[in-house]
T-cell receptor, first 110, second 115 residues
């Protein structure tokens, strides 16, 4: 995860919005992904954005992409306790290889 | 119904042993991968295999060898296990590594502990 960076930890109250940030390095990445990992489980694809888009909304999830700054964010509206997990951003390289960030642990307090 | 399944879920073994982790996907995908997640949760690609080509990450020791009997299976064999091999190993698959967008689907991981 050295090339894709995320903050380690985020704590929010239930019902608030969560914003998880990510910076990546490969300006030629065509797709950027957000994955969710719950304890003891694998990574679940949450959403993705194509590099020619600025924003993508999918129910409670909003992805913002600033290609100039190589900055990606995931906003979760009305955060619930079930959203507590580790969130990984990933950039796609040639051959569908993904480079993952170090993950952001989201803790949602009731 | 599990899309990408790995066995075993947990593996505890001693240094120097040889072990294998199995992976199967029933999604009809063409490409399979092995990722390693260390104790700090960093995920790194180890291998990608798409039935035609095995892509090896140069940082992976040659003690690790993937074996693919068919495109639905990609097993990981590890020789002479070392303490530093302790990690969670994730198998994943995607429809086609050459498609513009082909998200990875992950298994639930195999936690390897080397004592």
């Amino acid at each position: 995860g050295e090339d894709v960076e995320q903050s380690l930890f985020l704590s929010v109250r239930e019902g608030d919005s969560s914003v998880i940030n990510c910076t990546y390095t490969d300006s030629s990445s065509t797709y950027l992904y957000w994955y969710k990992q719950e304890p003891g489980a694998g990574l679940q694809l949450l959403t993705y954005i194509f590099s020619n888009m600025d924003m993508k909304q999918d129910q409670r999830l909003t992805v913002l992409l600033n290609k100039k700054d190589k900055h990606l964010s995931l906003r979760i509206a009305d955060t619930q306790t079930g959203d507590s997990a580790i969130y990984f951003c990933a950039e796609r390289h040639a051959g569908n290889m993904l480079t993952f960030g170090g993950g952001t642990r989201l803790m949602v307090k009731p | 119904d599990t899309a990408v399944s790995q066995t075993p879920k947990y593996l505890v073994t001693q240094m120097g042993n040889d072990k294998s982790i199995k992976c199967e996907q029933n999604l009809g995908h063409d490409t399979m991968y092995w990722y390693k997640q260390d104790s700090k949760k960093f995920l790194k690609i180890m291998f990608s295999y798409n039935n035609k080509e095995l892509i090896i990450n140069e940082t992976v020791p040659n003690r690790f060898s993937p074996k693919s009997p068919d495109k639905a299976h990609l097993n990981l064999h590890i020789n002479s296990l070392e303490l530093g091999d302790s990690a969670v190993y994730f198998c994943a698959s995607s429809q086609d590594s050459t498609r513009v967008n082909s998200p990875l689907h992950f298994g639930n991981g195999t936690r390897l502990t080397v004592t």
